[in-house]
């Protein structure tokens, strides 16, 4: 009859290491995957906007679409690397936490890596093309807060675009700082839940230990003095 019961062996599966590790590790390389091709389309989307701009703007738009690219590119292999780094992880009592641990790096890896080269092709655009950058930045704008209102900056060109160049580079650092504290809070409270475990382990055998030691003093015979 167990045979045809499919449930044990498959909760079996699901409790080891190994299969949430491949899992983990084969749904990072979709996305990568799936940002390649969303990457693909939307750099040949934006040369049509692109070409549409005047003379010094086409060259700030050049400027834009190789880091942009680069952008693309760092995602790509940082999701490919950690996909790799996961699945090489080792088995260890806790299943889930180690996996969690590297999530959590890899997205503020992802967020500071694009947000840091889309920020700097921006400010360049910005200085290159004025207020028409914000038609091609639009839409990639929410990556950085309020970055639509610095690159709508009216006054000062060169002013909006080193604004939009530091905004983004303050907040793609601290959010990689911000994760990256996340992960490593993560694998402390690991570390502090196994040693509190272990030190009750310790303390639980010393006690066992001096209840049967002071069982055996007491069973013990004492032994009367030779006269």
Known sequence: MEKYLF????????????????VFSIFLKAIAVLVLLAGIVTFFK???????????????????????????????????????????????????????????????????????????????????????????????????????????YGGETFLSGLLFIISGLIVAFFTLVFFYLLSELTIVTVNIARNTKVISETVEKIAVCKKESAKDSVKKPEVEPEE
């Open 7 to 22: 449930m044990k062996p498959l909760l079996q599966l699901i409790s080891q290491g190994s299969f949430f590790r491949k």
């Open 46 to 152: 934006l040369w049509k906007v692109i070409f549409d701009l005047p003379a010094a703007g086409v060259l700030g738009g050049i400027l834009f679409q190789l880091l942009f690219a680069l952008a693309i590119y760092m995602v790509v292999h940082i999701l490919l690397i950690r996909a790799k780094d996961i699945n090489k992880l080792g088995d260890s009592e806790f299943t889930i936490v180690p996996i969690i641990a590297i999530a959590l790096k890899l997205f503020g890896e992802l967020y500071a890596s694009f947000v840091s080269l889309f920020a700097v092709g921006g400010g360049l655009l910005l200085w290159f093309a004025g207020y028409r950058a914000g038609f091609i930045l639009s839409e990639l704008m929410d990556f950085i807060p309020l970055s639509q209102y610095i690159a709508g």
